[in-house]
């Protein structure tokens, strides 16, 4: 299982250098991928290379981007990261954001769906996309996998929620002649380390719920979407949840807002304390046949 680093997009706005010392430190400790939602395609020359963490980017609705123009700006962000650029595209239900949706998919499609008209995606290679779901309904995550996209199940939602996911992952992909991959399902949940009691409860009554809030279905604790304590108390979590929910290949760690040098420790002690520990116990086979 992979780890990535994902800031929530109604936290505080990061500066300038606090964006560039989170990415310099993500690709240091290996992590696989770091989204920041103050950035924007036009800012990617401004970023530091990495050697290995993909930088996610929002995309916007633009109208003074036809897709012509999209793509050249996609083109030279990718090539500027060295290929290593993640779209993180929401899939909601507006009509600008389905605009938007529907362009990055007649773009970064190879077989684009019947209900999209386009003689010109892009030559590869192409970013990666990640699509967030609004709701995180089981169909969005058939869709995104029928176009090849990465599959984001929303930290706000409960465990039995994120176990219908999987399933409609392989039937989009199978539906589309593709091969559906645990390492294409990413799960967000808030996760906290650290040995002190009064911080951790601190998190969990504090921005955890202040974001968990947002989005969860009334009746349901934010405490209980919360996996935080000790290092080996939150890898006993996270391998509990892989095991209820399953495969999933990539933990994305909601940020709900802290501060700055609150994340570094955050991320220096998942990769060094927690990743560790989860290794033995979750390897699995990319080539392995995708079930159900």
Not at 98 to 120: G, K, N, R, Y
Not at 261 to 288: M, S, T
């Amino acid at each position: 299982m992979k780890l990535g680093w994902m800031r929530a997009g109604n936290a505080r706005r990061l500066s300038g250098p606090e964006n560039r010392d989170a990415i310099v430190q993500a690709d240091a400790l290996g992590m696989r991928q770091i989204h920041l939602p103050d950035l924007d395609l036009d800012d990617v020359s401004q970023l530091p290379k990495t050697s290995h963490t993909r930088i996610g980017v929002s995309i916007g609705v633009d109208p003074r981007r036809s897709p012509r123009k999209l793509e050249r700006c996609l083109r030279h962000a990718l090539d500027r990261l060295d290929g290593r650029l993640v779209l993180a595209v929401e899939a909601d239900t507006s009509p600008k954001s389905f605009i938007v949706s529907q362009t990055i998919e007649t773009l970064t499609t190879a077989t684009p769906s019947p209900l999209v008209t386009t003689d010109f995606p892009m030559h590869a290679p192409r970013p990666e996309v990640l699509s967030i779901p609004q709701i995180g309904q089981a169909p969005d995550m058939r869709r995104a996998s029928a176009h090849g996209f990465h599959c984001l199940s929303p930290a706000w939602q409960t465990r039995a929620d994120i176990s219908r996911h999987w399933p409609e992952i392989v039937a989009g992909a199978t539906h589309a002649l593709r091969r559906a991959r645990p390492s294409t399902w990413h799960v967000a949940r808030c996760v906290f380390v650290s040995d002190d009691r009064n911080e951790v409860a601190a998190y969990c009554a504090g921005v955890a719920a202040l974001y968990l809030n947002h989005g969860i279905t009334t009746g349901t604790d934010p405490a209980s979407l919360v996996i935080a304590g000790p290092a080996t108390d939150v890898a006993a979590k996270l391998m509990e949840l892989r095991a209820r929910v399953g495969p999933f290949g990539v933990l994305q760690c909601l940020d709900p807002g802290l501060e700055a040098r609150e994340g570094i420790c955050q991320r220096e002690r998942l990769v060094r304390q927690v990743l560790p520990a989860l290794a033995p116990a979750i390897h699995f086979n990319e080539k392995e046949l995708e079930r159900t």
